[in-house]
């Protein structure tokens, strides 16, 4: 089966994407770790919870860093796909860390309501403010490659903006404490910031676990897949035993497909494949062509509306 994937980016590109992610990385994580330094010598826990959301960002830098290296190691004969579920896996054991994380920083948030700290606001507001500093770049880093429209390194940059937040509660923070004094704003604000990192934490752990589960693409509507496909190419009648999932952020799909007998077999494959590629952006799929009515159970998956749309035709 003629596989064509020209919307695959050319390696220089990759590279290129490497880079910058590889470069935004190195930043994170470096300030990740003066965050957490800074957070334990300042007495500031709004530090520290933004260095947990710091952690968040390393961590989404490195996975699209290793899907963009993982996918240029070739598939073998025993994984198939290649390496890039490694990915979905790290990325939903960093989900649970976070959550974690999340947990430790509101409980101690909790523990200083009741006797607060000392923080010493200008060692926190020099931390916050390089903090900032240092995601604006990644940020900036990051968005001169997004032309690309590579999925794994919009996701970094979006969470680097997500990450400016943090560095901006950790700034008011500091502003308060050295005007006023009020050191309560400390663990308050620590706890905004939590709430970030947990939003990030739920929506890695909501993607990873519906590809860990095989499920479909969030966005993917079958019925209306299944619909498309009768309407835009009049020799299909049918669709069924429809299965996609998600391997490395790729959609893959397996589908069966009741015909009338076309004159030019492959030219209705082709045609089936494209529909697919152009609309749903699947680029692997192996079809499954059937002259007679699929009957049994299994062929109506969900699919009254199928029966319904046969009924029109006869």
Not at 112 to 132: K, N, W
Not at 192 to 208: D, H
Request: hydrophobic share 50%; glycine share 6%; proline share 5%.
């Amino acid at each position: 089966m003629p596989h064509s994937h020209s919307h695959s980016p050319s390696p220089q590109t990759d590279n290129g994407n490497a880079r910058r992610l590889l470069l935004a990385f190195i930043i994170t994580a470096a300030f990740m770790v003066i965050e957490v330094i800074g957070g334990l010598i300042s007495g500031s826990l709004a530090l520290l919870a933004d260095a947990g959301h710091m952690l968040t960002d390393a961590a989404a830098l490195l996975f699209a860093l290793m899907a963009v290296h993982f996918a240029r190691r070739p598939p073998n004969s025993r994984h198939t796909f290649g390496w890039l579920r490694l990915t979905t896996l790290a990325a939903f054991v960093n989900a649970i860390a976070l959550v974690l994380i999340t947990v430790l920083i509101v409980w101690e948030a909790i523990v200083r309501f009741r006797h607060p700290q000392p923080v010493a606001g200008a060692t926190m507001m020099v931390i916050a403010v390089a903090g900032l500093l240092a995601n604006i770049l990644s940020f900036w880093i990051l968005h001169r490659g997004s032309e690309e429209k590579n999925l794994n390194v919009r996701a970094a940059a979006l969470h680097v903006l997500g990450d400016l937040l943090g560095s901006v509660g950790a700034i008011v923070a500091a502003i308060v404490i050295l005007t006023t004094g009020w050191t309560p704003i400390d663990p308050i604000l620590s706890i905004l910031v939590s709430c970030l990192v947990l939003r990030s934490a739920w929506q890695l752990l909501k993607e990873s676990v519906n590809e860990l589960l095989e499920g479909a693409p969030g966005s993917l509507d079958i019925g209306a897949l299944k619909r498309g496909l009768r309407r835009e190419i009049p020799e299909v009648r049918d669709v069924h035993h429809v299965h996609i999932w998600l391997v490395g952020e790729k959609p893959v799909m397996t589908l069966h497909v009741h015909v009338i007998p076309p004159h030019d077999h492959d030219g209705l494959l082709d045609k089936i494949q494209h529909y697919l590629e152009h609309n749903y952006q699947i680029a692997h799929a192996t079809i499954q062509m059937e002259y007679q009515p699929c009957n049994g159970p299994e062929c109506h998956l969900s699919e009254t509306q199928a029966e319904h749309a046969h009924h029109h035709h006869h």
